[in-house]
């Protein structure tokens, strides 16, 4: 089925819409998942820190903690982190790869793991099996925000397995396409559907890139 028409489950930038008109794509979209940063305790220096995600990047910004190595999961993450100061021993896309980088060459290290409440299991889990000491520390809160959607729409542009869980709890993915971010988000998508497409990097504008590519078939 030709894409005319979808909904992001995040909301775009007037950029990314533009991207997506001007391929002749009407553009829809809300935020499926709302963040709230907590008030959370640490030492003002930080040996090694994980963070996954630009939300967790801009938590320890805003609070001052000062980073002596970064290990983090993709390249806004990386680039924000930078451009506030903070120095990057390590940039993965995906975050098992990263937990196996750090397996591989600071298996001695110990870490803190800045995350959501919602995080995924796969990089602690690694860790764990590996006896790497891992301290999480939740930064933010991912709060599903859930709405009925009338609008007509083929596709749907989803960004973390939270967002989907969010959409599916009033609506149905039914025969409309679903274009997921990465990998992880593309699997909680396999519940729903069979009828997926996976960005080759997990940046919205791979994602976007993906979508006015499928619209031409």
């Known amino acids: 089925m030709p894409i005319q028409s979808v909904l992001s489950t995040k909301t775009l930038s007037k950029e990314q819409k533009e991207f997506l008109t001007k391929a002749h794509i009407k ?4 935020d499926a998942i709302d963040i709230e940063f907590t008030n959370f305790d640490t030492e003002i220096i930080v040996e090694n820190a994980i ?3 630009q939300n967790a990047a801009k938590a320890v910004i805003d609070n001052k903690v000062v980073i002596k190595n970064c290990f983090c999961v993709g390249e806004k993450t990386m680039a924000f982190l930078e451009d506030n100061g903070q120095y990057v021993s390590k940039m993965k896309l995906h975050a098992q790869d990263l937990a196996h980088h750090i397996v591989k060459y600071h298996k001695n290290d110990n870490f803190i793991y800045f995350c959501s409440n919602q995080r995924q299991d796969a990089l602690p889990e690694i860790l764990k099996e590996h006896h790497i000491t ?4 939740i930064v933010y809160n991912t709060v599903e925000a859930p709405q009925k959607i009338e609008t007509a729409y083929d596709a749907i542009l989803f960004y973390s ?8 709890s009033k609506n149905d993915i039914a025969d409309k396409t679903a274009f997921c971010i990465g990998k992880t988000t593309a699997e909680e998508a396999k519940q729903h559907t069979n009828n997926i497409v996976t960005a080759p990097s997990p940046t919205i504008e791979h994602l976007l890139q993906t979508v006015v590519k499928y619209s031409k078939k």
Do not use: A, M, W
């Open 27 to 30: 553009v829809f979209d809300y």
């Open 51 to 53: 963070i996954t995600s």
């Open 134 to 137: 891992l301290k999480e520390i």
């Open 161 to 168: 397995p939270s967002g989907i869980n969010s959409y599916t």
